[in-house]
């Protein structure tokens, strides 16, 4: 997609897991040069972080950005600190009530104005995050509402929304099931392989595996059963760069 001959820019908020993946692709599919956004936040699955280069790389965004913002730093959540991930939870998701120990204290708020900010200053309105209001793990801050309060917002508080450039949060998968969101990341031809979906992976010799047992691993296995699609992580050792 041009723009009087320009490529038009997107900041795509990407964890390396299937979801933002697939964001990323969808992003890449509408024609944007994707600026990619990754937090090494101290979450305990930071695996994600050598997913989200090698999806980034793989998807041909034009850059990727690691930002360290240490959540560890006031913690409240088994991603930040020393609390145990739920495993092997049944039928977790239609509890819509309970917001699991895996809700990270306004991580979405935070990571969205962060990338509001890099948007800025790439010259980018678009901003593509990967939240899921079907198949979630009943995090406020997937809500479709929480987003479209976030842009208005942005419109509101940033420099080219008060010059009149309109500011957009794209939530490609916001009303997909998870099954639909694999369908759509095999047809726009992305590599599962590459991403780790996983709370609490096991790390081993440098490698990471999924644990099978948390809610992101069961959500991931459950869209890729529905779908009738091979998952090709489980067996794959993933690459973690980090000591
Ligand atoms: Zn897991």
New binding site residues.
């Given amino acids: 997609m041009t723009e009087v001959g320009r490529t038009r820019r997107a900041v795509v908020l990407l964890s390396g897991g299937m979801d933002s993946t697939v964001s990323l692709a969808e992003a890449r599919a509408a024609g944007f040069d994707a600026h990619a956004l990754s937090f090494d936040y101290g979450q305990r ?1 930071r695996a994600e972080l050598d997913a989200a280069a090698r999806v980034a790389k793989a998807l041909g965004a034009a850059r990727h950005v690691i930002v360290r913002l240490d959540l560890r730093a006031f913690g409240g959540s088994a991603l930040t600190a020393d609390i145990a ?1 739920p ?1 092997d939870r049944i039928g977790h998701e239609a509890s819509a009530t309970e917001i699991p120990v895996t809700y990270v204290p306004a991580r979405n708020t935070i990571f969205l104005s962060v990338a509001l900010g890099y948007a800025e200053t790439v010259g980018a309105s678009d901003l593509f995050i990967g939240v899921n209001a079907i198949d979630y793990s009943g995090y406020p801050d997937c809500r479709p509402e929480f987003i479209e309060a976030f842009e208005h917002m942005a419109n509101l508080g940033t420099k080219m929304g008060a010059e009149g450039t309109r500011v957009r949060i794209h939530t490609p998968l916001a009303r997909l099931s998870k099954r639909e969101i694999v369908e759509r990341g095999v047809a726009l031809g992305v590599d599962f392989g590459l991403t780790l ?5 096991i790390t081993r010799d440098g490698h990471a595996t ?9 959500l ?1 296995a459950q869209g890729f059963a529905a779908a009738g699609v091979a998952d090709p992580t489980p067996s794959r050792r993933i690459d973690i760069p980090r000591p």
């Fill in positions: 699955h991930v495993k979906t996983c709370y609490d992976p999924p644990c099978g047992h948390c809610d992101a691993c069961i991931r």
